[in-house]
């Protein structure tokens, strides 16, 4: 089994790179998969020497990037060099440390790309663009990500990129202090998430979808769950309603499966241009569920060009993660799983909690758990989570 971490380049950097590493691999990690870009976030840091906090608004680029290689989307890349240099200080080290290092790659949570270009935005079936988020469907923005992992995979020795959020989020994933003060089912988040951006609605037209004709029932529809007389989101079960639509309108039916294509061949894009560079660079992705609950990447239609899956917390959905498990290991490639363990979330090294879902984890098995995250919690917690895992080896 092999143990992992996430880390972030800001936090190596005030910590040192030699330093971290040499502690790392004391601890008994053998991987690092480092944050290449990022979205918004502030983070604290409790072992920080220099910087306890790091807080970005809209995001950005956390290595040097080859510039001239990209297109209309420009990469805006944090000002500090010296955190942008860990990068090229890893890749110089980690053999030395004998660990392998592997690329954090951020999808479309990436809020300075739509400032930077606006019409890469997600737009809402109401019209209203959401810029927290970018659209997989954009050509500009399928041309940066693709440009943005060969150019990784040109630059470093990195064992895989692990793609986190490179499909369709929820709608309001990554508001700043939301506010959302009615009960929203399932179905009408769904609707809400789907794009109506210009190259979604051309893609569509293209393909004989009656755009305008789809949006107004989907208007309709949202217009029926927020009315509501009650409390309560009157729409009916998720899964139940998808179904229906499918059946009944050939529209819905042909964009959602467009929607799904476009994620679809993102992934190939991207790991046709890895693979030109670097054949064998595994493509990770996430499945059954993204970070924020939305679905993972269609499997069955990536699975011959992904070389690693990660699950989240598969005490809670045991039979979808030995369904992946059972896939990947029906592919007859070398397809790795790898268990996403957030440790002290909420209940710390210690609780039972992070003790099942370890022991699930080995279950079905994974061949790698990679800890969340490095930088944030303190080395006793990290070093505690890593006996716990070396100890389920032995039972």
């Known amino acids: 089994m092999k143990l992992e971490s996430w880390v972030y380049p800001w936090d190596m950097a005030s910590a040192g790179v030699d330093a971290m590493l040499s502690e790392m691999r004391d601890l008994g990690l053998q991987g690092l998969r480092i944050a290449s870009n990022y979205h918004p976030i502030g983070t604290l840091s409790p072992r920080s020497k220099n910087r306890r906090i790091l807080y970005t608004e809209l995001g950005g680029v956390f290595f040097p990037v080859r510039p001239e290689r990209y297109g209309r989307i420009r990469p805006q890349c944090w000002h500090e060099a010296e955190v942008l240099n860990v990068w090229p200080q890893v890749a110089e080290r980690v053999d030395r440390y004998g660990m392998s290092m592997s690329a954090w790659t951020i999808g479309m949570f990436q809020p300075w790309i739509t400032h930077q270009v606006p019409d890469t935005a997600r737009v809402t079936p109401s019209g209203d663009a959401i810029p927290s988020m970018a659209c997989p469907a954009n050509p500009d923005v ?22 986190e959020g490179i499909s369709f989020h929820h709608y309001n994933y990554g508001w700043v202090r939301p506010r959302i003060l009615i009960d929203l089912a399932p179905w009408t988040n769904f609707l809400m998430s789907l794009c109506f951006c210009q190259a979604c609605r051309s893609k569509a037209d293209r393909h004989g979808v009656d755009v305008e ?67 064998g660079c595994r493509i990770g992705v996430w499945s059954p569920i993204e970070v924020d609950g939305s679905a993972g990447v269609n499997l069955e239609r990536v699975m011959r060009v992904v070389g690693s899956v990660l699950v989240w917390e598969p005490s809670k959905r045991l039979d979808a993660a030995r369904r992946i498990r059972a896939a990947t290991l029906a592919s007859g490639r070398d397809v790795h799983l790898s268990h996403f363990q957030a440790c002290g979330w909420p209940h710390g090294a210690d609780s039972p909690e992070v003790r099942h879902e370890l022991e699930t984890a080995y279950s079905l098995p994974v061949d790698s758990v990679v800890f969340y995250n490095y930088g944030l919690v303190r080395q006793g917690q990290m070093r505690r989570m890593i006996e716990i895992a070396r100890s389920l080896e032995r039972t």
């Open 213 to 279: 004709g789809l949006r107004t029932r989907i208007l309709r529809e949202l217009d029926h769950c927020f009315e509501a007389p009650g409390d309560t989101d009157r729409a009916p079960p998720m899964e139940q309603r998808y179904h229906e639509w499918l059946q009944t309108d050939g529209d819905f039916a042909k964009f959602v499966s467009l929607r799904e294509d476009a994620v679809v061949q993102l992934i190939q894009e991207i790991s046709d241009a890895v693979h030109a560079i670097r054949p």
């Open 142 to 163: 399928r041309a940066f990500f693709t440009c943005l992992c060969a150019d990784l995979a040109g630059q470093y020795p990195i064992e895989g990129i692990h793609l």
